[in-house]
C-alpha cells in the first residue's frame, strides 16, 4: 500500500516512511520475507534499496500467491527466489531465522525445520 505522506504527490510505502525517518544508528529492520511476498513487494529490491537497514530475515515461503488456497509452506517449495535474495542480502543480514506461521497443529514443525534448514544449507548463490 502507497501513501502520500508528505501531501506532494510522492507515493511511499510505510517501509520506505520508517526507513526515512529513523535514525540507522538506532534503528534497524528485519525483513518478513514471506509476508513481504504476500504484500506484493520484492524483497530482492527491498534488500537492493534498504539492505543496509535489514539486519534480520524471517525466512517464509509462500505457494499460490493471491489465490484462495495462499498459504506458507516449507522453504524452498515455495514462490520466493532465495537464491537471488540470499545474493542480494550477503554481508547485510546478520541473523536468519527459518519460521512458519500458520495455526498450531496445522504441520510438523520438526519436519519442516528439518526441511527448510536442508534447502537453505544446500542452496548455492
Not at 534497524?28 to 511476498?37: E, I, N, P, R, S
Not at 531465522?97 to 542452496?123: K, R
Amino acid at each position: 500500500m502507497y501513501v502520500d505522506a508528505q501531501g506532494d504527490g510522492t507515493l511511499k510505502t510505510a517501509w520506505q516512511i520508517l526507513v526515512e525517518n529513523t535514525d540507522p544508528r538506532w534503528v534497524a529492520f528485519q525483513l518478513d520475507v514471506g509476508w513481504a511476498v504476500i504484500g506484493d513487494a520484492d524483497p530482492v529490491a527491498l534488500m537492493e534499496q534498504f539492505g543496509d537497514r535489514v539486519e534480520l530475515f524471517h525466512v517464509k515461503d509462500v505457494i499460490d500467491i493471491g489465490e484462495p488456497t495462499e498459504r506458507q509452506t516449507t522453504v524452498g517449495q515455495g514462490e520466493v527466489d532465495w537464491a537471488a535474495l540470499f545474493a542480494a542480502s550477503q554481508g547485510q543480514v546478520q541473523q536468519y531465522v527459518i519460521e512458519q506461521d500458520p495455526p498450531a497443529g496445522a504441520f510438523d514443525p520438526f519436519a519442516f525445520a528439518a526441511e527448510s534448514f536442508e534447502y537453505v544449507d544446500c542452496l548455492r548463490y
